[in-house]
């Protein structure tokens, strides 16, 4: 029988290892920080980062390790799969969008503080104040001077005079207003991803619900990949064992062979000369040490319709080359 390489695994299998070790450990990170932010105290933080740690693991290796199981195992295990996987979107879903807060709150700082009022007092006030003084010049004006006219005039400039500064002071409040609401549509502006805020202006939606949709898509993307590649993974390698029955025969047939090459009387060869077997007689293929090591990878049975299915040859090249597989097995 052909040795099985003990480097490790084929390149390809290393890769998904690599890749589903990845994907597996981001989707703990991500799972680890929503539960951490989910839980108030120690105690419910840690649990939760325990329960997400669970149903993430759970999600991505259970179809591999039920595939061979019964069919009834299999059903019960495919419904506690979606679960997982819901429960598992659901972490990394709050991860994102918690995560797309957080950058938002970090970009708004940026902005400066807003201004505030000149004179602490609303607008609301100020005009109440005017109103009130316009009605009291208003009076002023409908009265005739016939004794007191400088006192007269005297508060008429004077009412004018608090109406002009009530109107400067409302001309404040106004700019005042005008550069806090420019500075809070910025805000609202930076707080959104500028991709999520133009995608939602282009669909004609909500940027919370872009940011829903986009998070949910990541989610199912990174677990549908983890799943896949731990399905890969663990997959149970090719059997090589079924290559003994094949071989035994040819290997016995080979062995007798090289008997009766071997001379039957000493007479004829001198004592001081090893007997050594004649070479076969098929001339070596170059294309031997490649099939067999696919052979001792399990990618190949060492049978005539494997190596013709591999190689693409002829019926007589496939049995040649298998005698000549089955000659290198009693040296491995």
């Given at each position: 029988m052909i040795p099985v390489d003990a480097a490790g695994p084929p390149p390809s299998r290393r890769g998904a290892i690599v890749l589903a070790l990845g994907a597996t450990g981001t989707a703990l990170c991500l799972s680890t920080l929503?539960?951490?932010?989910?839980?108030?105290?120690?105690?419910?933080?840690?649990?939760?980062?325990?329960?997400?740690?669970?149903?993430?693991?759970?999600?991505?290796?259970?179809?591999?390790?039920?595939?061979?199981?019964?069919?009834?195992?299999?059903?019960?295990?495919?419904?506690?799969?979606?679960?997982?996987?819901?429960?598992?979107?659901?972490?990394?879903?709050?991860?994102?969008?918690?995560a797309q807060r957080h950058a938002g709150e970090l970009r708004t700082d940026s902005v400066v503080s807003p201004v505030p009022l000149p004179s602490g007092r609303s607008l609301t006030a100020v005009m109440a104040d005017r109103a009130t003084l316009t009605a009291q010049l208003a009076t002023a004006n409908t009265w005739r001077c016939q004794r007191e006219c400088p006192a007269l005039v005297a508060r008429r400039t004077t009412l004018a005079a608090r109406l002009?500064?009530?109107?400067?002071?409302?001309?404040?409040?106004?700019?005042?207003?005008?550069?806090?609401?420019?500075?809070?549509?910025?805000?609202?502006?930076?707080?959104?991803?500028?991709?999520?805020?133009?995608?939602?202006?282009?669909?004609?939606?909500?940027?919370?619900?872009?940011?829903?949709?986009?998070?949910?898509?990541?989610?199912?993307?990174?677990?549908?990949?983890?799943?896949?590649?731990?399905?890969?993974?663990?997959?149970s390698p090719p059997a090589v064992t079924?290559?003994?029955?094949?071989?035994?025969?040819?290997?016995?047939?080979?062995?007798?062979a090289t008997r009766s090459h071997q001379p039957e009387s000493e007479s004829h060869v001198a004592a001081s000369h090893p007997v050594a077997p004649s070479p076969p007689t098929e001339p070596a293929d170059p294309a031997v040490p490649q099939l067999a090591r696919e052979v001792a990878a399990g990618r190949v049975r060492l049978t005539v319709v494997d190596i013709r299915r591999h190689l693409g040859c002829s019926q007589a090249r496939a049995v040649a080359m298998r005698r000549q597989l089955a000659s290198l097995t009693p040296e491995a």
């Amino acid at each position: 029988m052909i040795p099985v390489d003990a480097a490790g695994p084929p390149p390809s299998r290393r890769g998904a290892i690599v890749l589903a070790l990845g994907a597996t450990g981001t989707a703990l990170c991500l799972s680890t920080l929503a539960g951490w932010q989910r839980g108030g105290p120690l105690v419910e933080r840690l649990v939760w980062v325990a329960i997400g740690t669970v149903l993430v693991i759970s999600a991505h290796v259970l179809p591999a390790l039920v595939r061979d199981a019964p069919l009834v195992v299999r059903s019960v295990a495919a419904v506690l799969w979606l679960a997982c996987m819901a429960t598992a979107c659901h972490g990394h879903l709050t991860f994102f969008l918690l995560a797309q807060r957080h950058a938002g709150e970090l970009r708004t700082d940026s902005v400066v503080s807003p201004v505030p009022l000149p004179s602490g007092r609303s607008l609301t006030a100020v005009m109440a104040d005017r109103a009130t003084l316009t009605a009291q010049l208003a009076t002023a004006n409908t009265w005739r001077c016939q004794r007191e006219c400088p006192a007269l005039v005297a508060r008429r400039t004077t009412l004018a005079a608090r109406l002009e500064v009530l109107d400067a002071e409302a001309q404040d409040i106004r700019r005042a207003q005008a550069t806090d609401d420019r500075l809070t549509a910025r805000r609202d502006m930076l707080l959104a991803d500028p991709v999520t805020a133009r995608v939602a202006a282009l669909l004609g939606t909500t940027v919370s619900r872009i940011d829903l949709l986009s998070g949910l898509a990541f989610a199912v993307v990174l677990e549908g990949v983890a799943c896949l590649l731990w399905a890969i993974t663990l997959r149970s390698p090719p059997a090589v064992t079924d290559v003994t029955p094949v071989t035994a025969p040819v290997m016995a047939s080979h062995g007798q062979a090289t008997r009766s090459h071997q001379p039957e009387s000493e007479s004829h060869v001198a004592a001081s000369h090893p007997v050594a077997p004649s070479p076969p007689t098929e001339p070596a293929d170059p294309a031997v040490p490649q099939l067999a090591r696919e052979v001792a990878a399990g990618r190949v049975r060492l049978t005539v319709v494997d190596i013709r299915r591999h190689l693409g040859c002829s019926q007589a090249r496939a049995v040649a080359m298998r005698r000549q597989l089955a000659s290198l097995t009693p040296e491995a």
